[in-house]
C-alpha cells in the first residue's frame, strides 16, 4: 500500500496541474464515467480470481513437499536395520542433499536439476533392499510432482491478454477521472485519489499473486508468497542445518 501512494500522488498531481494550471475545461461529468468504472473493477475481479487459484494450490505445495521428505526419512528409519553402516551413512548423505538442494531451488539459488538427480540417487542408493525402493517411489513422486508444479506456476503468467486489457482499462479510467467534472473539489481529490489507489493497488496485487514462489535467495519473502516453513521445520527435524 505504501509502495502504492506515488502512484496515487501522480494522478493527484495531474489532476492538480489539469484543472489549477493549466485550467482545462472538464470534458464530461462524473457520473459519465460509471459505466468504464464498472468495467474496469469487473476486469480486475476476473483476473484476481484466476492468479488467486494458482495462489491457494501454491499454499499447499511446501507442506507437501515436507511431507515427501520426512516419509523418505521414515522409509530409510523403517530399513535401517537391514542396512550396513556405510549404506545407511550413504543414504542419510543423499537425503541430507536433497534438502539443500530443494531449498537452494526453492529460494532461487539454483535450478532444480540438482533436487531431481538427488531423488534419483536415494532411489538408486546401494544395498536398499526392493521393498524400500517401493515405499520410498511414492514419496519421491509426490516430491516430483509439487516440484514440478511450482516451476509451472512460476514460470508462467496469467492470460497475457488479460494483464494487457486491465491495464488499458486501469489507465483510461484513471484518465477520463482527471479530465472529469465534480461539483465539489474536495470531492474530486477524495474520489480520484480512493480510485486510483484501489485500482493501482490492485494491478500490482494481482501481479505479485501471480508468482506466490518469488523468494529472494537470501529467503526472504513479500507479503503475497507463500510460506515455506513446513520444509524449514522438517529439515530441522532431521536434524540437517539449513540456510
Known amino acids: 500500500m505504501l509502495t502504492t501512494l506515488p502512484f496515487t500522488l501522480v494522478i493527484l498531481l495531474m489532476t492538480y496541474l489539469r ?19 464498472t468495467v474496469t473493477a469487473l476486469v480486475i475481479g476476473f483476473m484476481l480470481s484466476g492468479v488467486m487459484s494458482d495462489h491457494k494450490e501454491g ?11 520426512q516419509g523418505i526419512d521414515d522409509c530409510i528409519q523403517a530399513d535401517a536395520p537391514h542396512l ?5 551413512t550413504n543414504l542419510k548423505h543423499n537425503h541430507a542433499l536433497l534438502c539443500h538442494a530443494i531449498v537452494n531451488w526453492l529460494f532461487n539459488r539454483e535450478n532444480a536439476e540438482k533436487a531431481y538427480t538427488a531423488l534419483r540417487m536415494i532411489v538408486t542408493a546401494h544395498g536398499t533392499p526392493p521393498s524400500f525402493k517401493i515405499n520410498v517411489i511414492r514419496n519421491i513422486d509426490a516430491i516430483r510432482r509439487s516440484m514440478t508444479r511450482i516451476d509451472v506456476i512460476r514460470r508462467t503468467d496469467f492470460i497475457h491478454t488479460g494483464y494487457a486489457l486491465l491495464d488499458v482499462f486501469v489507465t483510461l479510467t484513471l484518465a477520463l ?19 486510483s489507489l484501489v485500482y493501482v493497488y ?7 499473486l501471480d508468482n506466490p514462489f518469488d523468494y529472494a535467495q537470501d529467503g526472504s519473502a513479500g507479503a503475497s508468497e507463500v510460506d515455506y516453513f513446513p520444509i524449514l521445520e ?10
Not at 19 to 37: K, N, V
Open 84 to 88: 550396513t553402516d556405510t549404506d545407511l
Open 234 to 243: 522438517a529439515i530441522t527435524r532431521f536434524g540437517y542445518e539449513h540456510d
Open 19 to 37: 484543472t489549477q494550471t493549466l485550467a482545462i475545461a472538464p470534458l464530461f461529468e462524473f457520473s459519465d464515467t460509471a459505466p468504464i468504472i
Open 202 to 208: 490492485m494491478i500490482r496485487l494481482i501481479r505479485d
Open 177 to 195: 477521472l482527471v479530465f472529469a467534472n465534480f461539483k465539489q473539489p474536495a470531492a474530486q481529490y477524495a474520489i480520484i485519489g480512493s480510485i
Open 59 to 69: 499454499e499447499k505445495l511446501p507442506a507437501e513437499i515436507a511431507c515427501g521428505l
